[in-house]
């Protein structure tokens, strides 16, 4: 009987530090996004962002509206992944959790397609990561 207690207790900290390593996945995905967010909306056309997307000023300048918009929606991703994260309603806040994680893979997937194979492992893949920690950790 003791030896059950203590396994459950092993167990219930085990799952605790899981949920803890998903919830800090998730957080630096948003981060992530937070960081597109202000290169797309303020350094598109600056040295770091030229670098960054590797594009020259001409094409930057003729995009900047374009990549202002996306970048506006990153932050939008951003948002919704910290708001499942520190979410109180475990039960709500996993559903906002994979909505979200959802939409960043799709973006990152249809990125890889049609702008950079490099989107793939920058935006997918974080996300995918999560996803997973969330399914075998919830």
Aim: glycine content about 6%.
């Amino acid at each position: 009987m003791k030896w059950e207690a203590v396994d459950r207790s092993v167990k219930s900290h085990y799952s605790f530090c899981m949920v803890i390593l998903t919830n800090l996945i998730l957080g630096a995905v948003a981060l992530f996004h937070f960081y597109f967010l202000i290169l797309e909306m303020f350094l598109w056309t600056k040295p770091q962002g030229l670098r960054v997307f590797r594009q020259s000023l001409e094409k930057a300048q003729s995009s900047k509206v374009l990549a202002a918009n996306q970048g506006l929606y990153n932050g939008f991703l951003a948002v919704g992944l910290l708001w499942g994260v520190f979410h109180p309603n475990a039960e709500f806040a996993l559903q906002i959790k994979i909505f979200f994680l959802l939409c960043v893979v799709v973006a990152g997937v249809y990125g890889a397609y049609s702008v950079s194979k490099r989107i793939l492992y920058v935006q997918a893949a974080p996300a995918f990561v999560g996803l997973v920690l969330l399914f075998l950790f919830r």
